[in-house]
């Protein structure tokens, strides 16, 4: 059987994980945007050479705001100590509820492990925020339904 803290290792892990993977993608991007652009030789289309070169300006914008938001996640994910326990829902803290468990890091979503399914959202997600502070036995509503906190670790 497994424990809190090994879940929330695994969580972490996944967390961080998928979290590493965006970062690579949208690095690899960038290169081929970077390499596709400076290949690019100057066309006689004038007009249309330029609105190529137009886009290819802006997917490169929008694939360093990705990049820049992805990394921004990934400091949030090391600023957590997985192995902490915690009293009450915090950053880093496992919460059980009658509506499911939640691992409050990043906003990642549904997450399957073994042991059962967990959704890992922020803190500052609309359920992270009803849910901040609050202790095991108390309760908070959330989108019209009561939930009752079970368990934090």
């Known amino acids: 059987m497994e424990t809190p803290e090994t879940i929330k290792a695994a969580l972490y892990a996944a967390c961080r994980q998928r979290v590493e993977e965006r970062i690579a993608v949208l690095e690899e991007l960038l290169a081929s945007i970077r390499e596709s652009r400076d290949n690019e030789t100057k066309s006689t289309a004038g007009d249309k050479h330029e609105t190529g070169r137009a886009m290819m300006q802006q997917e490169e914008k929008n694939a360093q705001d990705q990049l820049a938001e992805a990394r921004r996640v990934q400091s949030v ?4 100590a997985p192995g902490k326990p915690s009293a009450a829902v915090a950053p880093g803290s496992l919460v059980q509820t009658d509506r499911g468990t939640y691992y409050l890091s990043i906003g990642l979503g549904k997450v399957q492990l ?3 399914l967990y959704y890992c959202i922020s803190l500052q997600s609309p359920i992270g925020t009803a849910m901040a502070g609050l202790k095991a036995g108390e309760r908070f509503t959330f989108n019209g339904q009561r939930f009752a906190v079970q368990a934090v670790w």
């Open 77 to 80: 994910l090391n600023g957590l």
């Open 114 to 116: 073994e042991a059962g």
